[in-house]
């Protein structure tokens, strides 16, 4: 596949290189062109200018901090419709640092307001629970990836590189659910901060 990547961090720069790895083209663009090259130079994918990412693309990662999200989008043409038909796949987490409160209105899923900004874009929340070295060093076993959206080709999409990268994917239900799945990440992200690992918070096997 096609893959365009918004962003130059650790989770953009380790899912470019497994999906590199995994046979995909992938471009990656971020607002700074030094760190576009660094990271297209650590992962092995190409720099793209902004405008382009979405151009012949199968699939888009937005992979930056969630308040520079709108910046980003916007530069890429999202706003404008550049996006639209394809999946957004939306790993960002609008929550406090240190507290994990999510700071959408209730009721609200941040991917809801990438939605907003993205018209036509075919958004999947995933990819949101685990550190970006997770990606690059799997673990002995797969690690789930839970899933939200409402296209089914775009969840299908996302299921496919979720597997690509060692993950096992799982639809929660339709982005209505988003803002669950974010509340997770925010309950994740508070036990840590904490010093707890959030691991043995959640009981296993069937419930």
């Not at 980003?72 to 890429?76: K, S, Y």
């Given at each position: 596949m096609h893959i365009g990547i918004l962003g130059t961090g650790t989770l953009a720069t380790a899912l470019a290189t497994s999906w590199?790895?995994?046979g995909h083209d992938v471009g990656i663009g971020g607002r700074s062109p030094e760190r576009a090259a660094a990271a297209a130079t650590a992962s092995g994918a190409r720099v793209r200018r902004l405008p382009e990412i979405a151009r012949d693309a199968d699939a888009v990662l937005l992979a930056v901090h969630?308040?520079?999200a709108g910046d980003?989008?916007?530069?890429?043409g999202a706003p404008g419709?550049?996006?639209a038909g394809r999946p957004l796949i939306d790993p960002t987490n609008a929550v406090e640092h240190g507290i994990g409160v999510l700071t959408t209105a209730a009721g609200r899923a941040f991917a809801h307001h990438i939605a907003d900004l993205a018209p036509g874009a075919h958004v999947v929340k995933a990819f949101h629970l685990f550190p970006a070295a997770a990606w690059t060093s799997p673990a002995a076993?797969?690690?789930t990836v839970a899933m939200c959206g409402d296209d089914s080709r775009a969840l299908?999409?996302?299921g496919s590189l979720v597997r690509d990268v060692g993950g096992v994917p799982a639809v929660?239900?339709?982005l209505d659910r988003a803002r669950q799945a974010e509340e997770a990440a925010g309950f994740v992200i508070a036990l840590a901060f904490a010093g707890a690992d959030p691991r043995s918070a959640v009981p296993g096997g069937t419930p």
């Open positions: 590199t790895r995994a969630w308040q520079g980003i989008l916007e530069a890429a419709g550049a996006l076993a797969p690690v299908e999409v996302t929660l239900g339709g």
